[in-house]
């Protein structure tokens, strides 16, 4: 990755954002720790993103004829954040080489604040301090300002999901978690000293849009115990506005969705907030320990989608005579099942839920986990199983699954509303770790039919689909509790699928032996040329033997 600017070309794509925070972090250097870029950085990224959004609703609005560019109410019926004049990109890239412009970038802030009241207290304001003298803000703007010197994307409001992929797009037609990006990869590539590398701030695509497009909310409370960056409200947000047809048609489709949340995290909690605000999602997100606070004790939803942190030891448990425990106590070394029945206490009677976890949860038996996961699927709360390709995280090389859990399999309503078939008794298991390509060296990812086929299984086996379940060998298999039992109460899909059916080699016998036998004396030939080449060489320099 180079760390020079490219030259300015007309016509040549944006720089990846890698490279600008790459560019950012050659800024920061000796003047603050590096645990300490993501706050610098990443409210400068917001104010470009605000700032581009509102410039593309200005030049619409100054095209109308009747329209008033400097009047909030355009912007407001747009839903758009208002920026006043202070608070422009352009205008603090014009100021960015003035000895003030970290009281600048602080005022350009408060304004945001100021006119927009859900953006109130979300972003840090002490840019005026002596560790960010005025050149290395000033570099910080110059290297944000980069993306938007030409090609197709112009601004961050319109930038798309392989912002970040310097080797292979995925789907250009979607929209990036930009902030939850950029935070991942801050805390990736510069402040992996904090040790909060399980995965529980941002949740790739590949893995959001997966779980979302099984659950397939369209109608009722979306929950994430664990909200991390809000990646997950902003895909399910997409999809209920994807599927329009399936509401009331009284009601807006935001109206048939109401979402809560709750993260520990501090930091994180406030960029959750951001990446809703400027989308305009309502959600009830709230901070504190989900374990040990919880903040929406009587919640029941009808969607969970959550990715909790990995195999955390020190969640503060258990907690004795909890009503959440309901399957067993979970251990003080690992808050998995704490986690798993957590959700599942929150879920409404007919509730669905979604849950990314480390695959040593389908198996461990250690401290009383396993007698937890045998009570939860005897009792039937086990819907359905996905193995996950390794390498989808940017931030852990853990390897993944998804539990999709279900309070009560006899009936309910399915995507679009759709009855659900009776399940009672059984689990579908759905092996997908043979999917996806590699994005760059190391990183993989799912393209959206690799995704398809994966959700194609599960609405077809539990009756909402648009055709007929089978079982394929290798890659979906229906179990019922019987079979779990069989297999100790182990749920790894690889138990369950089996192996690929091998395609049948059509080619006789005789054919094949003559032919290989035919390729096995080329090599030989080949092997006995270039040994006597070697030897000349080796004669011509006077090591013959």
């Not at 095209?63 to 758009?80: F, H, K, N, Q, S």
């Not at 048609?249 to 406030?270: A, C, D, F, L």
């Not at 004790?297 to 258990?318: C, H, Q």
């Not at 036998?517 to 092997?527: D, G, P, R, Y």
Request: one cysteine or more; hydrophobic letters at 35%.
């Amino acid at each position: 990755m180079t760390r020079g600017r490219p030259r300015k070309n007309a016509g040549t794509p944006p720089p990846k954002m890698e490279e600008v925070l790459w560019n950012t972090a050659d800024q920061l250097r000796g003047h603050i720790d590096a645990a300490e870029y993501k706050h610098v950085v990443l409210p400068l990224i917001f104010l470009k993103f605000v700032s581009d959004s509102f410039k593309l609703a200005q030049d619409e609005v100054a095209a109308d004829p009747e329209g008033l560019p400097e009047d909030r109410d355009e912007y407001t019926m747009r839903g758009v954040f208002w920026v006043p004049p202070e608070a422009r990109w352009d205008t603090l890239k014009a100021a960015a080489k003035q000895d003030n412009i970290g009281q600048l970038i602080d005022g350009a802030i408060a304004a945001i604040e100021r006119d927009n009241k859900p953006l109130k207290g979300m972003l840090q304001q002490n840019f005026a301090r002596p560790s960010l003298p005025p050149r290395v803000l000033s570099g910080l703007i110059d290297e944000i300002s980069r993306y938007g010197e030409g090609g197709t994307v112009k601004n961050l409001s319109d930038a798309p999901s392989d912002l970040f992929s310097a080797e292979g797009a995925t789907e250009p037609e979607k929209k990036t978690d930009l902030l939850g990006e950029v935070y991942q990869y801050m805390l990736k590539r510069f402040a992996a000293a904090e040790g909060k590398l399980g995965g529980e701030f941002y949740t790739p695509d590949s893995v959001v849009l997966t779980l979302v497009e099984l659950l397939a909310p369209f109608r009722g409370r979306v929950y994430d115990p664990a909200c991390g960056s809000g990646g997950m409200f902003v895909r399910g947000e997409e999809f209920v506005e994807e599927h329009k047809g399936a509401y009331d048609v009284n009601k807006s489709p935001r109206e048939n969705i109401s979402i809560y949340g709750q993260e520990s995290n501090h930091t994180t909690w406030k960029l959750a907030r951001m990446n809703l605000a400027i989308r305009r999602i309502e959600a009830d997100i709230r901070h504190g320990d989900t374990f040990h606070h919880d903040l929406h004790p009587d919640l029941r939803a009808d969607y969970v989608l959550a990715n909790p942190p990995f195999n955390v030891s020190n969640w503060g448990g258990p907690m004795s005579g909890d009503p959440r425990w309901r399957y067993g106590t979970p251990p003080a070394s690992n808050a998995n099942y704490a986690w798993l029945q957590h959700i599942l206490y929150h879920l409404a009677p007919h509730g669905t839920a979604g849950v990314v976890l480390a695959n040593g949860s389908l198996s461990s038996n250690q401290s009383g986990e396993g007698e937890i996961r045998r009570n939860m699927i005897a009792h039937d709360k086990v819907d359905c199983i996905v193995a996950m390709p390794g390498q989808l995280f940017y931030t852990t090389q853990i390897p993944v699954c998804l539990w999709i859990l279900a309070n009560n399999k006899e009936n309910g309503k399915g995507q679009e509303g759709r009855p659900l078939r009776d399940r009672s008794g059984q689990t579908l298991f759905i092996d997908a770790r043979e999917l996806g390509y590699m994005k760059s060296r190391v990183e993989r990812d799912l393209s959206s039919e690799d995704r398809a086929r994966i959700v194609a299984a599960y609405h077809n086996w539990r009756g909402d689909g648009d055709g007929e379940y089978e079982d394929v060998p290798g890659f979906c298999k229906a179990a019922t509790i019987d079979d779990i039992e069989k297999h100790g109460w182990v749920l790894t899909p690889g138990r369950y699928v089996g192996s690929a059916a091998k395609a049948e080699d059509a080619e006789p016998f005789g054919e094949k032996m003559a032919r290989l036998s035919k390729e096995l004396h080329t090599q030989f030939e080949e092997s006995d040329r270039l040994q006597a080449v070697i030897k000349a060489n080796l004669e011509r320099l006077g090591y013959g033997g």
